[in-house]
């Protein structure tokens, strides 16, 4: 179900959220909050001004490795990682790994259907834009963890066309599940692969950085479940126009 809220946004409730909250704080319990990042001050900046607010009992900030190695999640009603993450999203996806019901914000992730999505994909099961003033920062939390995610109607109506475009695919096995849920930059990376790039062509060949390359490399397998490079192009096949030689 959604809602329209200010100008240009929409407000969508989603019974995941709400779900995942009340098994997580029962008897309306103050939360308690899991940052991830690998910058100190960035963390020591949320958790201030998160414990601001009442309904929020602790913030503890720590990295992807000690969130592992110490299985913080257990310890914790809500998980929110920080996007600016070198390969944040394989993080999410640990953390669901490690937690398969705990909430998942994403925080400051740009609003663009591809961005929403790849975010979703991974695990996340709500996202701060990276527009919020700080003092919507605990409010819009918490609005996540009830279960309503506010984003723009732009963003909404690009998943929508996304969803239409997956239900046309039909429910056939003649495509991966995963390949028709790639976004616009996936799809850039399986078609460069495709054409022989390595990591190295393909960062210069899209300007970005060859991190940033490796990333989006590496989601890619994850997506479309498969270990090696080579096995791109078998489970894309005939779903990826020919590269022009």
């Excluded at 210069?204 to 590496?218: D, F, Y």
């Amino acid at each position: 179900m959604s809602k329209h809220t200010a100008a240009g946004e929409v407000a969508v409730e989603t019974d995941l959220a709400a779900d995942a909250l009340a098994s997580a704080s029962p008897n309306g319990a103050a939360l308690r909050l899991l940052f991830v990042s690998d910058v100190c001050f960035v963390g020591e900046a949320v958790a201030g001004i998160l414990e601001r607010d009442p309904a929020i009992a602790s913030v503890r900030c720590a990295d992807p490795a000690e969130t592992v190695a110490l299985n913080l999640t257990a310890q914790a009603d809500a998980a929110l990682v920080d996007t600016a993450l070198r390969e944040g999203t394989a993080v999410v996806r640990g953390l669901r790994d490690l937690s398969p019901s705990i909430p998942i914000i994403a925080c400051a992730v740009r609003e663009t259907d591809d961005d929403v999505i790849a975010w979703a994909r991974a695990g996340a099961t709500g996202y701060l834009p990276n527009t919020i003033r700080l003092d919507q920062f605990a409010r819009t939390v918490r609005s996540i963890l009830s279960g309503e995610q506010i984003c723009s109607g732009r963003v909404a109506a690009g998943l929508l066309r996304r969803i239409a475009a997956a239900g046309s695919l039909g429910n056939g096995d003649d495509a991966p599940l995963s390949s028709r849920w790639l976004t616009r930059r996936e799809r850039q990376i399986a078609e460069l692969i495709a054409a022989g790039r390595r990591d190295k062509e393909i960062a210069h060949q899209l300007n970005i950085s060859l991190a940033t390359s490796k990333s989006h490399v590496h989601n890619l397998l994850g997506k479309l479940n498969v270990q090696r490079r080579g096995d791109v192009v078998g489970a894309l096949r005939g779903h990826l126009p020919p590269w022009p030689r």
